[in-house]
């Protein structure tokens, strides 16, 4: 292969699926109101999307059958830098935006002092660790965060372990190994989910560990799912597969919680990407879809700041039932909006930039 032939192959993008695009937008949307919804129930068999949590592993388990269908066929003729240099293009743009809009959020609060609480020296390094993704769960008030500053930025840490790992092992291995390997970590899980009582846990530092076991299992799923095809055909569409993954982030607590959540992170979730992966879209669903997977990484990584201003509102001002269905509704909508903003003004041209710097430098 000459240098153009690999230039192109680096660069090249394969066909989107869609749905499963849509869906991580439906995902990234439970997230931000499971996060609205715990402060004001903290008791999560209180809250209706008391399950919201799990979308991560809907991420990781995408993330693992998306990898695989871009990268499997390529990574041998790309190699290990080219395929982390395109992760750090697509990821990271949004992780240190997201931990500027932390930073701005925590010093600017208008329900809320925090003067004193950190040094100017302290609340530099949270920033450099937030923006480097180096795990520094310090902030006691923030109940030992990995990422005091972007909470939601301990998903992407694990999803760069993730990425390491398929691209210096994973990637070589038969799916003769890969199941073993898929076998171990749904044990690993079951332990993760029987001792704890949930699969809650991961972004802190007590449950530090859990994250790797959330993301061993569910990425491990998306690239067997993708490795065996165990894609099903079917014509569900956009609409009702949305209903179908909402159901998991709505469904009830109960005694044998933790099985449940297991249950629905090992069996059903895999289940939904294959059917994802294997429906028809309608035209009229198409716009609807393609706006709600471009919008969803956006969404997951600018929400948070918004997230501890709403709790320091909640807490300063003690609002009734109504105020706060307005506040939820209205601050969802506009959490939307603002990542569709920061989507066209920052992380599109952002991301466009660094691909032409890239292409520049590999053509030379």
């Not at 750090?88 to 949004?94: A, D, G, Q, S, V």
């Not at 008030?141 to 092992?169: H, K, Q, T, V």
């Not at 165990?230 to 998991?248: D, E, M, Q, T, W």
């Not at 939820?328 to 920061?342: D, R």
């Amino acid at each position: 292969m000459n240098r153009k032939e690999l230039t192109t192959d680096i660069l090249k993008g394969k066909q989107h699926f869609e749905i499963l695009d849509g869906l991580r937008g439906v995902a990234a949307l439970a997230v931000v109101i499971f996060h609205f919804m715990e402060w004001i129930y903290p008791d999560a068999s209180k809250n209706f999307i008391g399950h919201g949590f799990l979308a991560v592993d809907f991420f990781f388990c995408l993330s693992g059958f998306v990898i695989g269908y871009a990268y499997d066929s390529r990574i041998g003729t790309m190699g290990v830098k080219e395929f982390f240099k395109s992760r750090l293009i697509r990821l990271h743009p949004l992780i240190i935006l997201g931990a500027v809009l932390g930073i701005l959020g925590f010093l600017f609060d208008p329900f809320a002092s925090h003067s004193g609480m950190y040094s100017t020296g302290m609340l530099a390094l949270l920033f450099l660790c937030t923006t480097f993704l180096i795990p520094l769960p310090a902030m006691e008030d923030r109940a030992f965060n990995l990422f005091g500053l972007n909470a939601p930025s301990w998903s992407l840490f694990w999803e760069y372990i993730a990425n390491i790992f398929y691209a210096l092992i994973l990637c070589k291995i038969n799916r003769r190994y890969l199941a073993i390997l898929a076998v171990a970590a749904t044990a690993v899980i079951g332990y993760v989910g029987y001792t704890s009582g949930n699969l809650l846990g991961g972004w802190n530092g007590d449950t530090f560990w859990h994250g790797g076991a959330r993301v061993s299992f569910s990425f491990l799923a998306g690239l067997l799912i993708y490795r065996f095809n165990l894609i099903i055909k079917n014509r569900l569409g956009f609409i009702s597969l949305s209903i179908l993954l909402g159901l998991a982030f709505v469904m009830p607590h109960f005694k044998w919680n933790w099985l449940a959540e297991v249950l629905v992170v090992v069996i059903y979730f895999p289940l939904l990407v294959s059917l994802g992966a294997g429906s028809t879209l309608s035209m009229g669903e198409r716009k609807l879809c393609v706006f709600s997977g471009n919008i969803s990484y956006p969404l997951y990584m600018t929400h948070y700041a918004a997230i501890w201003i709403f709790g320091s509102y909640l807490t300063s001002n003690k609002p009734g039932t109504s105020e706060l269905s307005f506040v939820v509704i209205a601050g969802t909508l506009l959490l939307v909006g603002f990542a569709y903003l920061m989507m066209v003004i920052y992380d599109i041209p952002v991301r466009r930039y660094l691909s032409n710097k890239r292409q520049q430098k590999l053509k030379k």
